[in-house]
């Protein structure tokens, strides 16, 4: 039996489909922003007892050139290789470091890119144009491999070639970084995330999770103060469940599925926060907004349709809330949010289409006026999303 909320829901969708906002002409692809996480990675934090061996062979090749061109005849490749014994993870892996399940989950991404936006609609050229592609990253080995591995699934090179494309991905430091909270940017961003740390509501959280916490101190024969922050033991039990390995003792499927839970949690009391959003997303959101309006009416990005943006899970996080999209489930390895600028063939009047994961969204605003492709009118949709965009983030930081 569906409950008063699935009933709702199940109503919205239905008033999405049959309250279409007439449009005059065909709808016409003119940009993709695309916003994604990192793939599978290994865990960011170890454990203090209980670690078990990384063996990763996803690796960086470099070759180093003083050459500016977009191409380069290459002679040999160079790899970075751990010594025996000087890496943190038993194995030969470094913290975080992107494994290759999580580059063929973006290579995967490539290949459905690439039939949706060449095969099927030939939006973007059948061959790698370095005009119409942009990737931008957060300045995380696993960010920036992540990018090329989705580029391999989107433009696969030619065997054989030695003359070799040269992909530029833009970057900047981590101090700057607005492509996740920065809470040493931000001053007040800082003291936000502080006083909900502080809320009745969370402190009864983690008031919860007392009993666990003192049944792994036991089983695991240390002090409290040795115990990992909770959301440590999350992200290695969300990296084992993808490798398949094993829980550290006492921790069972039933605790995976609370600290999936609690994760999420923690991501909606930080984010349902406007005053929070507006600081940790909200000018990647005034970035996007940007580029529509240089794409519709500037000449700097007239060539460009592919712009990809590699980051973090707290970027997608952020940018859901910022939708009004969230579902309440943490975003998954690879998780994606594309922003689909189009415009009537007739009226020239723009729209807007999101997709998550690669399934079309209606974001509130516009549940009485979508058109038959999942669009939303620019117009309707703007005003909500300035909400969270920054008039001055340097000022509101303070």
């Known amino acids: 039996m569906l409950g008063r909320t699935s009933l709702l829901l199940v109503f919205l969708s239905i008033s999405s489909l049959s309250l279409c906002t007439p449009q005059s002409g065909k709808l016409e692809l003119k940009l993709v922003q695309m916003l994604t996480r990192h793939g599978d990675r290994t865990p960011l934090h170890p454990l203090p007892v209980h670690d078990i061996p990384w063996i990763c062979s996803q690796s960086v090749l470099s070759h180093p050139s003083s050459n500016g061109d977009h191409r380069v005849t290459v002679g040999r490749l160079y790899r970075k290789k751990y010594l025996h014994g000087h890496q943190i993870y038993p194995g030969n892996c ?76 833009e970057t900047g430091s981590l101090d700057g970084e607005i492509f996740h909270p920065n809470y040493d940017l931000c001053p007040k961003l800082k003291r936000l995330r502080k006083a909900i740390h502080k809320s009745p509501e969370w402190v009864a959280m983690y008031r919860s999770l007392e009993p666990l916490r003192r049944e792994l101190c036991a089983l695991w024969n240390i002090t409290v103060e040795q115990f990992p922050p909770f959301h440590h033991l999350y992200d290695q039990l969300a990296c084992r469940t993808a490798h398949g390995l094993p829980f550290p003792p006492g921790i069972t499927p039933a605790d995976k599925l609370q600290m999936d839970k609690l994760k999420a949690w923690e991501m909606h009391m930080e984010f349902h926060n406007l005053s929070f959003n507006r600081l940790a997303i909200g000018p990647v959101v005034g970035i996007f907004l940007d580029n529509i309006q240089e794409k519709l009416h500037g000449d700097h990005l007239s060539s460009m349709r592919y712009m990809l943006h590699s980051a973090h899970d707290h970027t997608i996080g952020g940018m859901l809330f910022a939708l009004g999209l969230w579902d309440n489930k943490w975003p998954r390895y690879a998780a994606n949010i594309a922003w689909e600028l189009l415009t009537d063939s007739e009226t020239r009047e723009p729209y807007l289409r999101i997709l998550y994961n ?29 909400r969270v965009v920054p008039v001055d983030y340097v000022k509101e930081c303070m």
């Open 94 to 169: 470094s913290l975080g470091q992107l494994t290759n399940i999580g580059c063929e989950q973006h290579r995967t991404l490539g290949q459905t890119l690439r039939q949706r936006y060449i095969k099927d609609s030939d939006f973007l050229s059948p061959e790698l144009d370095l005009n119409q592609i942009y990737i931008r990253s957060t300045d995380k080995e696993r960010t920036l491999q992540s990018a090329q591995c989705q580029l391999l699934g989107l433009y696969p090179p030619t065997p054989g070639t030695e003359d070799i494309h040269i992909i530029p991905i």
């Open 358 to 386: 690669q399934e079309v969204k209606v974001p509130p605003p516009c549940y009485a006026h979508m058109t038959p492709e999942g669009a939303c009118p620019l117009k309707i949709l703007t005003p909500y999303l300035n």
